[in-house]
Structure formats: C-alpha cells, structure tokens
T-cell receptor
Framework: DTAVSQTPKYLVTQMGNDKSIKCEQN?????MYWYKQDSKKFLKIMFS???????INETVPNRFSPKSPDKAHLNLHINSLELGDSAVYFC???????????????FGPGTRLTVL | SQQGEEDPQALSIQEGENATMNCSYK?????LQWYRQNSGRGLVHLIL?????REKHSGRLRVTLDTSKKSSSLLITASRAADTASYFC????????????????FGKGTKLSVIP
C-alpha cells in the first residue's frame, strides 16, 4: 500500500527533450509538493499545490510546470531539458495546512533524472 | 537564503552510542520537523515540534527546540546500524515564500553512520 508513488524511478534522456514525472498519493491529502535534491543532497522546494492554488518557488525556471488532473495526482512536466536539471525529484503530500503552519509531509521514493 | 542548517555535516559512531545532531535556522517559525533519508530513498518524517514546545520524545528520539537561539537538536539514543541515514531538519516559516505559503525549508542534512 504505497502512500506516495512516483514514476518512473529512473529517467535518462538527452538535452533538449521534454519529459514528465508522475506522482500519485492515496492518503487523501489536500496539498502536494515537488522538491529537487541536488548532488550535495540539498533539498529545495519547487512547487506546492493546494486546491488549485499553485505556489511557485521563484527560482524555478518556467520550463518546469506542475499539472494536477485531480487531488490525488501532481505531475511534473519539464521542457527543453538541460544538463543542470539532473537531480533526484521528490513528490510529497500533506494535509491542508492550518493557520499557516505546515503538517507532516509524506515523500515518494524519488525519480533520478539524468540529462546527457 | 537557506533557512535551516544541520551540524555536523557527517557523524560516525559505534552501535550503542548516542548521536546528537543540531539544526540552526534564521527566521521565526511555526514548527520544526526532522526527517530521515536512507540512501536512495525518499524522506521519512520522524518528529514535529511546535514553536511553543521545548522538548518532544518519540521512542529513542528526543528533540529539543530553543526558539531564543533559533536552534534544535535531535538525539538518537542507543543507536543501531539501521539508524545509518541522512537526517534533515525542516522549518516552516510562515509566509517565507509569500503570504499564506505552506512550504518547508530543508537544511543540507547530517549524514549519520552507525558502525556495528
């Protein structure tokens, strides 16, 4: 019973290609997130998505776009991939924050993206 | 700029010893969370401590929070080889990414190695 799942687990592609990573959660959570973890293990928030409200980290290039077909899914589309996009991407979910405070986040297993 | 920073970056101890990791942050927070990441896996939530709490326990874990010093510590008692992982603190600074934002900011982590 996987709580947060991502596909694919590994993605190897050429520069300039467009790719997508899928994320699904079966926890009934209202909020989903995408994080990028670089080679030094630094984990950085990219997006949070809550009830069609998208909050974007201003440092994320507009080549990255999250798409949510429903509350249980938040997919990540990346256009014109660059070498610097190589990293591990994590999806996470949580209950809707209350009073501005976040709740426990549940992470997927990660997708290792390698851009050649 | 980065909100949370763990110290030390790496820690190696013998099985049975206690492990202490520290986290410092810069702005006021609503809560602080600790996560564990095993090699090649996603993050797993360990414990959440709210800004009005000073200490919290969960099994062999003990977390303290000193809001006046903007610091937290994670103590793992009687460590086991299975505790080998990277440990991250994450802070929820309300509005850090804009009014009403629901985002956690992670530190770079402490890599703990427990030698059998």
């Amino acid at each position: 019973d996987t709580a947060v799942s991502q596909t694919p687990k590994y993605l190897v592609t050429q520069m300039g290609n467009d790719k997508s990573i899928k994320c699904e959660q079966n926890l009934g959570h209202d909020t989903m997130y995408w994080y990028k973890q670089d080679s030094k293990k630094f984990l950085k928030i990219m997006f949070s998505y809550n009830n069609k409200e998208l909050i974007i980290n201003e440092t994320v290039p507009n080549r990255f776009s999250p798409k949510s077909p429903d509350k249980a899914h938040l997919n990540l589309h990346i256009n014109s991939l660059e070498l610097g996009d190589s990293a591990v991407y994590f999806c996470a979910s949580s209950q809707r924050p209350r009073a501005g405070a976040t709740d426990t986040q549940y992470f997927g297993p990660g997708t290792r993206l390698t851009v050649l | 700029s980065q909100q949370g920073e763990e110290d030390p970056q790496a820690l190696s101890i013998q099985e049975g010893e206690n492990a202490t990791m520290n986290c410092s942050y810069k702005t006021s927070i609503n809560n602080l969370q600790w996560y564990r990441q095993n090699s090649g896996r996603g993050l797993v939530h360990l414990i959440l401590i709210r800004s009005n709490e000073r200490e919290k326990h969960s099994g062999r874990l003990r977390v303290t929070l000193d809001t006046s010093k903007k610091s937290s510590s994670l103590l793992i008692t009687a460590s086991r080889a299975a505790d080998t992982a990277s440990y991250f603190c994450a802070t929820d600074a309300y509005g850090l990414a804009g009014a009403g934002s629901y985002q956690l900011t992670f530190g770079k982590g402490t890599k703990l190695s427990v030698i059998p």
